[in-house]
């Protein structure tokens, strides 16, 4: 599988510095959770490692191809794209939006599936209960569950999820972390822009702190969430210890 690598890209807008020297290589196998505070260019990171964003310096590159001058149909068939708000304006069905995962394959010997993954997709998400029902009706969780969904149908070797549990309860927020780090786990690639500190440190393989613009930690959960460190770029103090049942990392701000 092709790995992402992202070389001295910085981003400017309006004369402010978004993004500035960020130098990433993602490879098969990983999670990578971009975390950070409000502003830090978690999103606007995203968008430059998927192509939505060209950068105004440096370059990503999927394999040996420029991210942003690939075929749109080809770059498709590589990532799927889960947006901060992935909402739709027309009155589509909840099973025609997991439908335009299938898009990328069109005209390819992959459409033979088409139907018998839309419904596995829905399953997987919890969507299925209300396939018909008009996608402008729901919920904001059901609405980034039908987006989820989506994903899944695009079966692609890279996803690109921004705030993919913002909206969801308990529940359907460890259901989608758990479908990425399985998809992961079995060798695909997943970069995640996410707010929850403990979920981060749980199910991902390594985290990304973004601050102003800038790249301060790279690594492995253990290594990154350094309270020290979090207490500085949250502007608040912050304790991390391990859970007493099981290991995990706990983050908490202290009160």
């Not at 794209?81 to 335009?100: K, R, S, Y």
């Not at 399953?123 to 029902?133: N, P």
């Not at 981060?200 to 020290?228: F, K, N, Q």
Request: aromatic share 6%; hydrophobic share 45%; net charge negative.
């Amino acid at each position: 599988m092709m790995r992402l690598r992202a070389s001295r890209v910085g981003v400017q807008r309006g004369g402010r510095t978004i993004l500035h020297d960020i130098n990433l290589d993602i490879g098969p196998g990983e999670f990578v959770a971009l975390i950070g505070p409000n502003g830090a260019g978690k999103s606007t990171l995203l968008s430059v490692l998927v192509g939505d964003t060209v950068p105004d310096a440096g370059r990503v590159q999927l394999g040996d191809d420029a991210v942003a001058q690939m075929p749109t149909i080809a770059l498709a068939q590589q990532r799927a794209v889960l947006e901060q708000q992935p909402g739709v304006g027309f009155g589509f069905t909840v099973a025609e939006v997991v439908a335009m995962g299938r898009s990328p394959w069109r005209h390819t010997e992959h459409t033979h599936d088409d139907q018998r993954i839309i419904a596995e997709s829905m399953r997987t998400a919890e969507v299925h209960q209300f396939a018909d029902r008009n996608a402008m009706w729901l919920s904001g969780g059901e609405v980034s569950r039908t987006g989820f969904a989506r994903v899944l149908a695009q079966q692609t070797p890279w996803w690109f999820l921004d705030e993919p549990t913002a909206a969801l309860d308990i529940r359907h927020q460890e259901q989608a972390l758990r479908t990425v780090r399985a998809m992961t786990d079995a060798g695909g690639s997943a970069v995640v822009v996410l707010h929850d500190l403990d979920a981060a440190a749980c199910w991902a393989t390594r985290l990304v702190l973004l601050h102003r613009g800038s790249v301060l930690a790279d690594g492995p959960p253990e290594s990154v969430l350094d309270p020290e460190l979090l207490s500085d770029v949250y502007a608040t103090p912050v304790e991390v210890f391990p859970h007493p049942a099981n290991g995990n990392l706990v983050v908490r701000p202290q009160r």
